[in-house]
């Protein structure tokens, strides 16, 4: 059975979980995850040698970090300040934070600003997950009919073809799907993208409507609607993590 412990990982502005795993192999492996890094270690391998391997870790994501900081911005550990502005969908909001002594956390939309009540007992980790998680659901909701319009009007102009439903999710592994049920699941982190690439994963998920793949036939497709389409795709994996809550 696998023995597990975890440090913590800090940088400037980042803080990194870093797992140390101790299982049955005979290799060393270093990766990184949505959530932390995690360093896997023959399982008797000696206190010593896991303290040197430890420091090794901490080198490789140093080395990492500096490579391509932007990719690590979900791990920064930069506390929320009690007021700050971001811009939604094109609108500009103030944002709000109580940090008080509660159980739950809540938050309501009032014209252009925005409250969040979150319990003063949350660790970073804990506090920005809270703060993420409660703006993607407060305007995922507040600009649901918005979007949905937007959709419906991209694809009465270009594809002319029927849906079962636009959602908007906190989703962080892609900006948007098409279901076979004719579903259309897009991430609330796009309402922080410029609007020509919302509307080019708006493209790029109705032309899946009628080409359920990524052949030569769905890329000619969705030049055809949008023939830049290409520095929309350089955009998002250029700037892509910095549109997040």
């Excluded at 059975?1 to 049955?24: C, G, H, R, T, V």
């Excluded at 920005?128 to 959709?151: A, C, N, P």
């Excluded at 439903?165 to 609330?188: E, I």
């Excluded at 080019?200 to 023939?227: C, D, G, Q, T």
Aim: hydrophobic residues 40%.
């Amino acid at each position: 059975m696998a023995s597990k412990s975890q440090i913590l990982f800090e940088f400037d502005s980042y803080a990194i979980p870093l797992s140390i795993i101790k299982e049955w192999r005979g290799s060393v492996r270093i990766s990184i995850a949505k959530t932390g890094a995690f360093l896997r270690l023959p399982k008797l391998m000696p206190a010593a040698l896991v303290r040197i391997e430890i420091e090794k870790a901490k080198k490789w994501l140093l080395k990492t970090i500096l490579k391509n900081p932007i990719s690590f911005s979900r791990f920064s550990n930069v506390r929320y300040p009690d007021t700050f502005q971001k811009k939604v969908f094109d609108q500009e909001f103030e944002i709000l934070i109580r940090r008080e002594n509660r159980k739950t956390n809540t938050g309501k939309i009032r014209g252009n600003e925005i409250e969040l009540k979150i319990s003063d007992d949350l660790n970073p980790f804990q506090e920005k997950d809270v703060i993420q998680k409660l703006q993607s659901r407060l305007f995922g909701k507040y600009f649901s009919d918005s979007f949905t319009e937007r959709v419906g009007k991209i694809n009465e102009i270009s594809f002319q073809k029927s849906f079962k439903s636009v959602n908007l999710k906190y989703n962080k592994s892609n900006w948007g799907s098409c279901s076979s049920k004719t579903n259309l699941n897009f991430s609330t982190r796009l309402l922080l993208a410029p609007e020509d690439v919302r509307d080019y994963v708006i493209v790029h998920e109705l032309a899946h409507l009628i080409e359920m793949n990524h052949s030569s036939k769905f890329w000619n497709l969705v030049e055809s609607v949008m023939p830049k389409y290409k520095q929309k795709e350089k955009w998002l994996k250029a700037h892509g993590a910095s549109c997040d809550f």
